[in-house]
């Protein structure tokens, strides 16, 4: 029985880790993928001021999708946390691994904040856009 509850939450703990990497890595795709698409629209098709006014709703959007992915992450580290105190307390309370902590949080805490400056960068970015478009539809 104690292996089985050591087997069940090990492939827990594993599931939450792939769950955090397989989301990385979609936001990372997605983002390049419509920051590109844009990128292709602007050179290629130089829309008008208006147009340019339109393609800040994907900047917005991105930039709720990093804001959403940085609480995903938080979520998943309370998960890690959890399932890692739940094994060791299995094991007999076998101690941690002590390790130097960073001056800016565990891993989980860093990739948080990485999302969070990209969200706010981006939606900072539409945000600037979309004055530069009006300004000039209204100069005109």
């Known amino acids: 029985l104690q292996r089985q509850r050591i087997e069940y939450w090990t492939k827990r703990l594993d599931h939450t880790l792939t769950h955090t990497q397989t989301s990385s890595q979609l936001i990372y795709l997605v983002d390049g993928a419509v920051l590109a698409l844009l990128a292709f629209v602007v050179e290629k098709l130089r829309p008008p001021v208006i147009g340019i006014a339109f393609l800040t709703i994907p900047i917005f959007f991105l930039a709720l999708l990093n804001y959403y992915h940085a609480s995903l992450i938080k979520c998943q580290h309370a998960w890690y946390k959890a399932i890692?105190?739940?094994?060791?307390?299995?094991l007999g309370n076998e101690e941690r691994l002590k390790l130097e902590p960073s001056e800016l949080g565990g891993t989980h805490e860093i990739y948080r904040?990485?999302?969070?400056?990209?969200?706010?960068?981006?939606?900072?970015?539409?945000?600037?856009?979309?004055?530069?478009a009006l300004f000039s539809i209204y100069a005109h």
Do not use: N
Request: neutral net charge; aromatic residues 8%; hydrophobic residues 60%.
């Open 84 to 90: 890692d105190s739940r094994l060791l307390e299995l």
């Open 113 to 132: 904040r990485m999302h969070l400056v990209i969200a706010t960068f981006l939606g900072l970015s539409a945000a600037v856009i979309a004055c530069y």
